[in-house]
């Protein structure tokens, strides 16, 4: 069971997220409808794939301070030299952690002016249209970033919450960064076989436990997307009880459930400990895959409820949320 949401699953996650402008006009014809009628009057900034209107999350006040400083410092090294590739970058990840998704995205593009070649620049820009629910736009820039980054060594990619990380703490790299978003936007989509191979992929790439769970984990669940069961077991076979996991228990918990381990409804069951705000962010964690077992084992009726709940949550930025969203969709159009 999850026992709490570390610094770095919680930067890749509650983040909420904005659009492009060039869909802004679309989407507005949607006639999309509010979630909560309290914050109806803020500009919204998606409509998810089930045409709700989706808002910028608020941020605890102490969280709030340290995004808001690191933004600062963003915008000043930003000011003095405007075409410094890492400061195009950073700039674009802080306002991204602060929601401000349209703006992010607005950045890497204008930074991609002056650095047509910048896998970093694709990756990130397309890891926030998948926030955006754009995974077309999505996939063409991952895409580019993987032929991009074949020219490259391995280069770490420092994580970019702006709170104290553990000190064993070891960053992604670029590298695993782009193929884990890449292998996310192609099963979004529903395009599973190439999911799967962006995950073989990112599999080449994952240099700890913890990315090594998470990649195991929409691996196997893309290859049974697949009807592929034999070779998704086979894909459960690198995971044991004692794998050094510190941030992707989630995941781990997921993949133990796979494997006859734990209980799915154990996984339902998020610990006390967990802050309330956050739990429906453990939710959408835990139980998309929760969602997936039931319908992989016939009990699809519950496996929907499950992801039902899921997008009842607040936290619509999270990957699981935006799975469980593109699910519910395939299973409205094919009524």
Known sequence: MLKYISPILFA??????????????????????????????????????????????????????????????????????????????????????????????????????????????????????????????????????????????????????????????????????????????????????????AYEKCLEYSRTDDEIAATADWLYMAYRRMGEDEVAEETLAMIHEDMDIKENEGYFERLLMYKGMVEPDSLLNINADVPLADRDLALATQGYGVGNFYMYNGEKQLGKQVLENIVEGRHWAAFGYIAAEADLARMRQQR
């Open 12 to 197: 890749f996650l509650i983040t909420a997220c904005g659009t492009s402008s060039d869909e802004k006009d679309q989407k507005q014809d949607m006639e999309p409808t509010a979630k909560d009628d309290s914050i109806s009057k803020k500009p919204y900034q998606a409509v998810s794939l089930l045409g709700d209107t989706l808002y910028a999350l608020d941020i605890e006040e102490e969280r709030q301070k340290q995004y808001d400083s690191a933004l600062d410092v963003a915008l000043e090294n930003y000011k003095n030299a405007p075409q410094n590739l890492d400061n195009i970058v950073w700039l674009g990840r802080r306002l991204a952690y602060l929601g401000r998704y349209q703006e992010a995205i607005e950045t890497y593009t204008k930074g991609l002016q002056y650095f047509p070649n910048s896998a970093e620049l694709y990756r990130h820009r397309g890891h926030r249209f998948i926030s955006t629910r754009q995974f077309d736009r999505a996939i063409a820039d991952l895409e580019r970033s993987a032929i991009l980054v074949k020219s490259i060594p391995i280069s770490d990619e420092a994580n970019g919450i702006p709170i104290p990380l553990p000190e064993d703490n070891k960053p992604s790299s670029l590298q695993f960064n782009i193929f884990y978003h890449l292998g996310l936007a192609y099963y979004l989509e529903g395009q599973y076989g190439k999911a799967a191979e």
